[in-house]
């Protein structure tokens, strides 16, 4: 059996972190290159599959995989992005009150030895509680989420935010809603040759 490949999770959020970690296996996480609002007017599954492969095509690390992945939340059709201010925040949450969005997950690997980039999408419609403005300003003020799409945390109390969250019917995984759907993640590993069963 070959040595395992270097892996690299390019991502600084600790929630992705952790998802990995849960694997056991060694890796390293670093911060990719990527302009996330170099791409206006893609549409939603578009957009985040294609930051996906850019954060992964952007660490030049020598013979590695690199996984890359990236969050959109699509309001009928409209991509809301990070609210960076609790005013923002708490309009975003005022708009899905009541009402059903999909929430995009991307994740793409890619291989710096032979140049190889493969991804796939996960889809999960989230529908989230009719709330009134108390109770959405009360949120924003605990969780703070100003650098997360649709502004919310589900890793936090952002879960109470929901009373329905329907998987995507390929895999029904639920750490795709956390960031990085690990099913996904560990298929187009195994394309490239990793299986995490052999190690």
């Known amino acids: 059996m070959s040595p395992p490949r270097r892996l690299i999770l390019a991502s600084t959020?600790?929630?992705?972190?952790?998802?990995?970690?849960?694997?056991?296996?060694?890796?390293?996480?670093?911060?990719?290159?990527?302009?996330?609002?170099?791409?206006?007017?893609l549409g939603p599954?578009?957009?985040?599959?294609?930051?996906a492969r850019e954060k992964a095509t952007s660490v030049a690390i020598e013979d590695a995989l690199v996984i890359g992945s990236d969050q959109v939340v699509d309001l009928d059709g409209e991509v809301l992005g990070k609210p960076h201010t609790a005013a923002?925040?708490?309009?975003?949450?005022?708009?899905?009150?009541?009402?059903?969005?999909?929430?995009?997950?991307?994740?793409?690997?890619?291989?710096?030895?032979t140049?190889?980039?493969l991804d796939a999408v996960d889809v999960h419609t989230m529908t989230m509680r009719a709330l009134d403005d108390a109770r959405i300003a009360?949120?924003?003020?605990?969780?703070?989420?100003?650098d997360c799409a649709g502004s919310y945390l589900l890793e936090r109390r952002g879960i109470a935010l929901f009373s329905r969250i329907e998987?995507?019917?390929e895999t029904a995984d639920d750490?795709?809603?956390i960031g990085l759907p690990l099913m996904k993640t560990l298929r187009l590993l195994a394309e490239h040759g990793y299986d995490?069963?052999?190690g």
């Open 175 to 177: 750490t795709a809603i």
């Open 138 to 146: 009360a949120y924003v003020a605990h969780d703070a989420p100003l």
């Open 88 to 113: 923002a925040a708490e309009a975003q949450l005022r708009r899905m009150a009541g009402r059903s969005h999909r929430l995009v997950t991307a994740v793409a690997v890619h291989d710096t030895r």
């Open 167 to 169: 998987a995507d019917p």
């Open 196 to 198: 995490v069963l052999d």
């Open 13 to 41: 959020s600790r929630y992705r972190k952790a998802l990995l970690e849960r694997l056991g296996v060694s890796f390293d996480a670093m911060a990719p290159d990527c302009d996330e609002t170099a791409h206006p007017g």
């Open 45 to 51: 599954d578009a957009l985040a599959r294609i930051l």
């Open 115 to 117: 140049g190889r980039t």
